[in-house]
Each structure stands twice: as structure tokens, then as C-alpha cells.
């Protein structure tokens, strides 16, 4: 059983910065593929950032260039690195990874940008 827990959200002007880290637990195997999706109000959750085996990364178009995935310096955790943030970028932040054929999920940080 592999438990995800992120941290780092919050409330920010537009144009800021925000960092949010995600730590996994429950294994003591590398976690090859962790990524980053948001949910924001009433849409479906959306994959904002992935990062998979050979540190091959992934971004949704509308956070290239703004939005960084990297692995911490602890073994299975994963930051994601937000700047100039918009408002469009609110949204509930959830940290998922991949574990012998399941799915797992964090309970999701909140990050709210306002105008």
C-alpha cells in the first residue's frame, strides 16, 4: 500500500510562485512514474505534469514553460515548481503514482491564484 501525501498549496496573486512537494510512503522501491493533475471547480481532473522512467517529463500544454516536475532529494518524493501562475491555474493539485498494477492517489492541495 503506497500512501501520497502533498503539501505546498496555497493562496497566491497572479504572476507568483508556488512549490509543491508530494511524499510517497509504503514502499521502499523506487516509484518510477509520479506526476502532478489538478482538478479545478466543476471540470474533470486534468494531468498537469508527469515525470516517468529515464526522467522523461510531461506537461499539459497550458503550463509548458511555467510549470517544472522534479524528483526531491528524498527518495520518492516529487515537487512541482509553479510560476507565473495564473488564474486559470486554481484548482485542486493531486500527486498519483503507480505501484504493481495500481493507481494511488494524495488527498489533493488546494492552490488558488487570484486576479
Known amino acids: 500500500q503506497v500512501q501520497l501525501v502533498e503539501s505546498g498549496g496555497g493562496l497566491v496573486e497572479a504572476g507568483g510562485s508556488l512549490t509543491l512537494s508530494c511524499v510517497a510512503s509504503g514502499t521502499r522501491l523506487l516509484l518510477d512514474y509520479m506526476a502532478w493533475y489538478r482538478q479545478a471547480p466543476g471540470k474533470q481532473p486534468e494531468l498537469v505534469a508527469s515525470r516517468a522512467p529515464g526522467d522523461v517529463t510531461n506537461y499539459a500544454d497550458a503550463v509548458k514553460g511555467r510549470f517544472a516536475i522534479s524528483r526531491g532529494n528524498a527518495k520518492n518524493t516529487v515537487t512541482l515548481q509553479m510560476n507565473t501562475l495564473k488564474v486559470e491555474d486554481t484548482g485542486v493539485y493531486y500527486c498519483?503514482?503507480?505501484?504493481?498494477?495500481?493507481?494511488?492517489w494524495g488527498q489533493g492541495t488546494q492552490v488558488t491564484v487570484s486576479s
Open positions: 498519483t503514482t503507480k505501484f504493481m498494477g495500481r493507481n494511488y
